[in-house]
């Protein structure tokens, strides 16, 4: 979560948790190739394990950050295709990539040869105009036949122009049974959900269907 899960608040998190895997904010590929590196990077020991995410399209790009994190000891790389923000649209990141699988199963391929570090994905079950459950069962059909195991669904669709970010996270129905059919046809992969997630009750009632669930700002 940008401006929020930053190194300080990952070690007060990880004071709460001893064995939740922890997410960096979204560092864009640009922000690690042209500027210091390590003041994205760096982290405490104790935050292990962690995981950093990607925003970014050029799997040559993608592929060399990969190889910062391993580097720095990261123990996953997750690409973002789930932000909806005007800013990470206009540089090809984030949920409008959910338009092109093709791309998205490039930059998995391309970051997987560059490093033994797992990669995984984080997307919504699908944007307007490419909101069907055939073509988020082909976005993660074509990822996965690149080598990704994991993903992370936010079971809402990304509004892409005239919701903000917030409105977002709200204002999309939340879809847990399309998530769970995503389960259902693909039983190999990890699937793990995320949005709306409030209580270690449901947690546990979703963890019946997934194999993991990600607590965003509910957490924070």
Not at 164 to 180: F, G, H, T
Request: a negative charge; aromatic letters at 6%.
């Amino acid at each position: 979560m940008m401006d929020w899960t930053d190194r300080h608040c990952r070690f007060f998190l990880r004071l709460l948790s001893k064995q939740t895997l922890l997410y960096t904010e979204m560092v864009t590929t640009g922000a690690l190739l042209h500027n210091d590196a390590h003041r994205f990077l760096r982290h405490d020991v104790s935050e292990h394990p962690l995981a950093l995410q990607l925003g970014g399209s050029v799997p040559a790009e993608l592929a060399a950050c990969a190889k910062l994190a391993e580097e720095a000891g990261y123990d996953e790389v997750n690409l973002n295709v789930g932000c909806p923000s005007d800013r990470v649209q206009n540089n090809m990141i984030g949920a409008c990539l959910m338009a092109h699988p093709a791309l998205v199963a490039d930059c998995v391929k391309a970051m997987q040869d560059a490093v033994s570090t797992p990669v995984t994905v984080k997307h919504r079950i699908g944007i307007n105009g490419r909101d069907s459950y055939a073509e988020l069962r082909d976005f993660v059909g074509q990822v996965r036949e690149a080598g990704c195991r994991s993903f992370t669904v936010h079971a809402r669709i990304a509004i892409l122009e005239g919701l903000s970010p917030k409105e977002n996270r709200e204002i999309p129905p939340l879809r847990y049974d399309v998530a769970a059919q995503l389960k259902a046809d693909f039983p190999d992969l990890e699937i793990v959900l995320n949005g709306g997630i409030k209580t270690l009750a449901q947690c546990q009632a979703h963890l019946q269907t997934f194999d993991g669930v990600m607590l965003g700002r509910e957490a924070y």
